[in-house]
């Protein structure tokens, strides 16, 4: 077996090379962007799958875990200084005063709904095009969750319909930067401001997202973060909430960890949603190459926008008008079944397979999802609320928009876009090559 040393410094010359194989193309060619000739169309083997392994890591993150794992402090409680290191790297990258690390995304919203004092016969807005963490992060409350309808181009809640959802019973406006682009956060905030009411951004996919050139996270009270593992920085499963509000920082603090400690009045609620040394360690190395492959997730996602806009059918999704960077934890497109000859979208995928290409159908209707349809029938919502509230609050879920979203939209992962130029080109060829061969 090799020696320690010997295999971090066989970890180290792999990272080098990686690291210059997974950037070196950002600024590679840049003429007009061109469909190229399918290698299956004249016979041969499709190209290379167009993905990248993920998590990508190196002597940093194997540096870090040793040195904590050696150092016999695994937690913040006991001397810990990894966790008050990142919380105020992130804090200082993501431009907020306060971060509170903690041990999932799911827990960083959970701490933030419990700071706030949500509870039962409160009313919670989000967006019906997202992942079930933000409906459950509400619910383990007993709050109502109220969807609000996608906007079908943005793939984000549409933030003309957030002031019509409002009632006196409204006490947290949580919108979704789904896919790591930003929701309509003019809107949504002129909302928040306008009737006094919390806005929390669930950012959990948009870290380095910003809006107006402005980190999100920070336009309302708090921001939300996941570093679960398909997350554009990780540490296997880890969170955040930023927010430059003191009070509402030690809040937080208090409600993730047993007892609290932190200036404050206590709401007498609380929890233990800490995260551990070995995770903060982990998103400190994570951190070294954070912006730089968000640049390179940038460039990909352009030429790629490029490449598919002159596809018949197939619709990028496009960022709202004051987003000014997006973190593309997905590339998420619509595609019109018309132009693939009817062709079903669970086709699509096999065809896009052979050529080399995984995708995603991405989220099913979540307000109409089984899970959601449970609440209408849950015994302590009926108690809470009534039996034939909850019924018709069920029925009442009602996202025409979305729903034709869920049925047309795909996705591929933040790992394609740390590809080179040539994969955004075989990823647009593919599906050109499959429209041509059917029409």
Same mark, same amino acid.
Not at 168 to 178: E, G
């Given at each position: 077996?090799?020696?320690?040393?010997?295999?971090?410094?066989?970890?180290?010359?792999? !990272?080098?090379?990686?690291?210059?194989?997974?950037?070196?193309?950002?600024?590679?060619?840049?003429?007009?962007?061109?469909?190229?000739?399918?290698?299956?169309?004249?016979?041969?083997?499709?190209?290379?799958?167009?993905?990248?392994?993920?998590? @990508?890591?190196?002597?940093?993150?194997?540096?870090?875990?040793?040195?904590?794992?050696?150092?016999?402090?695994?937690?913040?409680?006991?001397?810990?200084? *990894?966790?008050?290191?990142?919380?105020?790297?992130?804090?200082?990258?993501?431009?907020?005063?306060?971060?509170?690390?903690?041990?999932? /995304?799911?827990?960083?919203?959970?701490?933030?709904?419990?700071?706030?004092?949500?509870?039962? /016969?409160?009313?919670?807005?989000?967006?019906?095009?997202?992942?079930?963490?933000?409906?459950?992060?509400?619910?383990?409350?007993?709050?109502?969750?109220?969807? $609000?309808?996608?906007?079908?181009?943005? @793939?984000?809640?549409?933030?003309?319909? $957030?002031?019509?959802?409002?009632?006196?019973?409204?006490?947290?406006?949580?919108?979704?930067?789904?896919?790591?682009?930003?929701?309509?956060?003019?809107?949504?905030?002129? $909302?928040?401001?306008?009737?006094?009411?919390?806005?929390?951004?669930?950012?959990?996919?948009?870290?380095?997202?910003?809006? *107006?050139?402005?980190?999100?996270?920070?336009?309302?009270?708090?921001?939300?973060?996941?570093?679960?593992?398909?997350?554009?920085?990780?540490?296997?499963?880890?969170?955040?909430?930023?927010?430059?509000?003191?009070?509402?920082?030690?809040?937080?603090?208090?409600?993730?960890?047993?007892? /609290?400690?932190?200036?404050?009045?206590?709401?007498? *609620?609380?929890?233990?949603?800490?995260?551990?040394?070995?995770?903060?360690? %982990?998103?400190?190395?994570?951190?070294?190459?954070?912006?730089?492959?968000?640049?390179?997730?940038?460039?990909?996602?352009?030429?790629?926008?490029?490449?598919?806009?002159?596809?018949?059918?197939?619709?990028?999704?496009?960022?709202?008008?004051?987003?000014?960077?997006?973190?593309?934890?997905?590339?998420?497109?619509?595609?019109?079944?018309?132009?693939? !000859?009817?062709?079903?979208?669970?086709?699509?995928?096999?065809? %896009?397979?052979?050529?080399?290409?995984?995708?995603?159908?991405?989220?099913?209707?979540?307000?109409?999802?089984?899970?959601?349809?449970?609440?209408?029938?849950?015994?302590?919502?009926?108690?809470?609320?009534?039996?034939?509230?909850?019924? *018709?609050?069920?029925?009442?879920?009602?996202?025409?928009?979305?729903?034709?979203?869920?049925?047309?939209?795909?996705?591929?992962?933040?790992?394609?876009?740390? /590809?080179?130029?040539?994969?955004?080109?075989?990823?647009?060829?593919?599906? !050109?090559?499959?429209?041509?061969?059917?029409?």
């Amino acid at each position: 077996m090799p020696s320690p040393i010997d295999r971090r410094q066989m970890l180290t010359t792999a !990272a080098v090379a990686g690291v210059a194989s997974c950037f070196g193309s950002v600024s590679a060619r840049e003429e007009s962007p061109t469909l190229l000739p399918s290698s299956s169309l004249d016979g041969g083997k499709p190209a290379a799958k167009a993905d990248v392994e993920w998590p @990508f890591w190196d002597a940093h993150e194997e540096s870090g875990l040793l040195d904590v794992l050696n150092s016999g402090t695994w937690g913040r409680t006991n001397g810990g200084r *990894r966790v008050p290191e990142f919380e105020a790297a992130f804090a200082s990258r993501m431009k907020a005063r306060y971060c509170v690390a903690t041990s999932s /995304g799911t827990t960083a919203l959970l701490t933030t709904i419990g700071a706030l004092g949500i509870g039962p /016969g409160d009313e919670v807005i989000m967006p019906p095009y997202t992942f079930v963490a933000t409906f459950n992060a509400i619910t383990n409350s007993y709050a109502l969750p109220v969807f $609000v309808d996608s906007d079908a181009e943005t @793939f984000q809640i549409d933030g003309k319909k $957030v002031e019509s959802a409002v009632t006196a019973n409204t006490k947290l406006l949580l919108p979704v930067h789904i896919g790591g682009s930003v929701c309509d956060l003019d809107a949504i905030h002129s $909302v928040a401001k306008a009737r006094k009411i919390p806005l929390i951004e669930d950012a959990c996919q948009a870290p380095l997202a910003e809006w *107006r050139g402005q980190p999100v996270g920070t336009i309302g009270l708090a921001g939300c973060f996941s570093f679960q593992a398909s997350k554009n920085i990780t540490c296997g499963e880890g969170g955040a909430v930023i927010t430059n509000d003191e009070q509402f920082a030690n809040l937080c603090y208090n409600f993730h960890t047993p007892g /609290g400690g932190k200036p404050g009045a206590s709401l007498g *609620r609380g929890s233990n949603f800490r995260i551990t040394e070995f995770q903060a360690a %982990l998103l400190l190395a994570q951190m070294l190459r954070f912006e730089e492959q968000a640049k390179l997730r940038d460039a990909n996602a352009a030429y790629l926008t490029e490449l598919l806009q002159n596809i018949p059918g197939v619709s990028p999704a496009k960022l709202a008008s004051g987003s000014t960077r997006s973190a593309w934890h997905l590339y998420m497109f619509r595609y019109d079944p018309k132009q693939f !000859a009817n062709m079903p979208r669970a086709t699509l995928f096999k065809e %896009l397979s052979k050529e080399g290409v995984s995708a995603s159908s991405g989220y099913s209707r979540l307000n109409r999802s089984a899970h959601v349809e449970a609440l209408s029938t849950n015994p302590h919502y009926q108690r809470i609320y009534g039996k034939d509230f909850m019924s *018709r609050w069920f029925e009442a879920n009602q996202c025409p928009v979305n729903d034709r979203l869920c049925e047309e939209a795909i996705w591929f992962s933040q790992t394609k876009l740390l /590809g080179t130029r040539a994969s955004m080109e075989q990823i647009a060829n593919a599906i !050109a090559t499959i429209q041509k061969r059917v029409a």
